[in-house]
C-alpha cells in the first residue's frame, strides 16, 4: 500500500515526514547555468544507472507523464509544484511502486532525493536516505567543497543538503487562538513553519509544514534530533489544546457532526471547502467523537478531495464544476465502503 494511505506514529497529529537531500554533480554547470545538451547528458547518464540503485525504482522522464498525473504527485507533496509546472523536457523522476522513494532529477539541483513516511518517522527515513546517497556517492561524483560540504544550487541548502520535514494538523491550536504563539515559538527554534506546499504558501485545513533553516554547521543526525524535539512540543500542546476543547464537548461535538455531516450529504463542494470541513472530520475521528469512520477513510478523502487524484480515482478528466459535482459523490462512496 502506498505510503500515504497508511497511518503511522503520531498521526493524530504528524501525517508525514520527509526528507530531502540535495545533491549537484561535480562535472556539470548548476541547473542556473546548464545547457539543454548538457542537462539531457546528465539526465540520460542517471537513466544508465537506475538499475545498480535498486529500491524497485523506475526512471520516468516529465515529458511523458500528463499534466494531471503530475499534478496528483504535487498533490501527494512527491514533486515539488515548481518540477510540474516546468515544461523543460529535462526533468524526470525515479520511484517506487510505493512512493516513498522520489528522486527528482534536474529540479534546482542535479538529484533531488526524498523519501517519504506517514507519521512520526525521520529516524528511519534518516537512515534510508543516508543508505541511498550512498549508493549514488558510490555511483556518481558529487560537488563537495571540505569547509562547506554539498554544494548546491541554492546557497540555503549547502551543507548537508537535507531538508527535513514533518506535516502537522493542528486544529484546537487553531480553534483556541493559540496558533500564532506556537508558530513563532517554533520560529524561534531555528525551523520554518509554512503551509502545505511548503515556501510561500498558506495553511489550509489546519495543516503546516514544520522544517530545518538551517543546513550548514550541523550534522544530519543533529536536524533530525532538532526536528524531532520540536515537532513532539508541538504535538504536546495540540493535545493540551484537544483536552481543553474536550470540557466543552457539546460545542466540539457540534462543530465536528456539523461538519461530519456536510461532508456525508451534500450534493457540490469545493476542495477548499472540503479540506475545511476534513479538519474537523479528521479531529473527531482522532478523538472517537466520530465512529463511522477509520483512519483509513480519512486519509482516502484527504488524498481523492485534491483536483488531480479525484480526476485520477473517477478515470476521467473534469473541469472545475465537474468536479465539485463529483467530489460529493466520492466521499460518499468512501464513507460508506467496507474498508
Not at 102 to 130: K, P
Request: aromatic share 6%.
Amino acid at each position: 500500500m502506498n505510503w500515504y494511505l497508511q497511518s503511522g506514529k503520531e498521526s493524530d497529529i504528524v501525517i508525514s515526514s520527509r526528507v530531502r537531500l540535495a545533491r549537484n554533480l561535480a562535472e556539470y554547470p548548476f541547473m542556473t547555468k546548464i545547457s539543454s545538451s548538457k542537462a539531457n547528458e546528465l539526465l540520460n547518464k542517471i537513466k544508465d544507472i537506475t538499475p545498480s540503485i535498486g529500491y524497485g525504482l523506475k526512471f520516468i522522464k516529465l515529458s511523458d507523464m500528463d499534466d494531471i498525473t503530475k499534478v496528483s504527485l504535487v498533490e501527494k507533496h512527491i514533486i515539488s509544484p515548481e518540477f510540474a509546472a516546468d515544461k523543460n523536457s529535462n526533468g524526470a523522476i525515479l520511484i517506487n511502486d510505493e512512493e516513498n522513494i522520489c528522486i527528482m532529477i534536474n529540479e534546482e539541483d542535479h538529484i533531488r532525493m526524498q523519501v517519504f513516511s506517514s507519521g512520526l518517522d525521520l529516524e528511519n527515513l534518516n537512515n534510508l536516505s543516508t543508505e541511498i546517497d550512498e549508493k549514488l556517492d558510490s555511483i556518481l561524483n558529487y560537488a563537495t567543497h571540505e569547509k562547506y560540504g554539498y554544494l548546491t544550487a541554492c546557497p540555503t541548502n549547502v551543507g548537508t543538503g537535507m531538508r527535513a520535514s514533518v506535516m502537522v494538523h493542528l486544529p484546537a491550536l487553531t480553534m483556541t487562538g493559540n496558533i500564532n504563539k506556537i508558530l513563532n515559538i517554533v520560529n524561534s527554534f531555528g525551523m520554518n513553519i509554512r503551509g502545505i506546499y511548503g515556501e510561500g504558501t498558506l495553511s489550509q485545513g489546519d495543516i503546516y509544514q514544520i522544517s530545518n533553516n538551517q543546513t550548514l554547521g550541523l550534522t544530519e543526525n543533529d536536524i533530525i534530533k532538532n526536528l524531532n524535539t520540536i515537532t513532539e512540543k508541538v504535538i504536546q500542546q495540540e493535545r493540551m489544546a484537544r483536552k481543553y476543547l474536550a470540557k466543552n464537548s457539546i460545542d466540539l461535538e457540534d462543530r465536528v457532526y456539523r461538519a461530519y455531516g456536510v461532508l456525508s450529504y451534500a450534493a457540490k463542494l469545493s476542495s477548499d471547502e472540503t479540506k475545511k470541513l476534513l479538519s474537523y472530520v479528521k479531529l473527531g475521528t482522532d478523538l472517537g467523537i466520530i465512529k463511522e469512520l477509520t483512519d483509513a477513510k480519512v486519509l482516502k478523502l484527504y488524498l481523492y478531495n485534491n483536483p488531480a487524484n479525484l480526476q485520477k480515482y473517477v478515470g476521467k478528466q473534469l473541469d472545475g464544476y465537474e468536479r465539485d459535482i463529483k467530489r460529493p459523490e466520492v466521499i460518499k462512496e468512501i464513507i460508506k465502503s467496507k474498508n
